[in-house]
């Protein structure tokens, strides 16, 4: 779970992210939206406490993704949507296995990222 300020907007762009990994439209329930795969379920929306939503410092979401070109459409789909990049589509040499991920910063300064690993050799 994530915080945003403006629920409609949130569901706005992580349809579009999440949509470009093969994850369904989410499920907007008061003032938070939900998502749910068969990896696991992610929601964004107002805080509970009612104060003003914010970023964790140091804090990323990671969503897993099917392959190369998902993590491509990802990011391209977050940038489209009033997203900003946090590293384009690439290898990550510093991560397990043969990495290769994108991350984005959502339109509330939400750091979010989309990985899948490669056949050897790739």
């Given at each position: 779970?994530?915080?945003?300020?403006?629920?409609e907007?949130?569901k706005?762009?992580?349809?579009?992210?999440?949509?470009?990994l093969?994850?369904?439209?989410?499920?907007?329930?008061?003032?938070r939206?939900?998502?749910?795969?068969?990896?696991?379920?992610f929601?964004?929306?107002k805080?509970?406490d009612?104060?003003?939503?914010?970023?964790?410092?140091?804090?990323?979401?990671?969503?897993?993704?099917s392959g190369?070109?998902?993590?491509?459409?990802?990011?391209?789909?977050?940038l489209?949507?009033?997203?900003?990049?946090?590293?384009?589509?690439?290898?990550?040499?510093n991560?397990?296995?043969?990495?290769?991920?994108?991350?984005?910063?959502?339109p509330?300064?939400?750091?979010i990222?989309?990985?899948t690993?490669?056949?050897?050799?790739e």
């Open positions: 779970m994530v915080g945003a300020d403006e629920p907007k949130a706005q762009f992580y349809d579009a992210v999440l949509g470009a093969g994850i369904g439209e989410g499920n907007a329930l008061g003032e939206v939900y998502y749910v795969s068969a990896t696991g379920a929601g964004v929306g805080p509970a009612g104060k003003p939503a914010c970023h964790a410092n140091g804090g990323t979401v990671s969503f897993a993704a190369k070109d998902a993590v491509d459409a990802f990011h391209a789909a977050g489209a949507h009033g997203g900003s990049d946090e590293g384009g589509p690439g290898k990550r040499p991560a397990p296995g043969n990495a290769y991920g994108a991350y984005l910063r959502d509330f300064g939400n750091k990222c989309a990985f690993q490669l056949p050897e050799g």
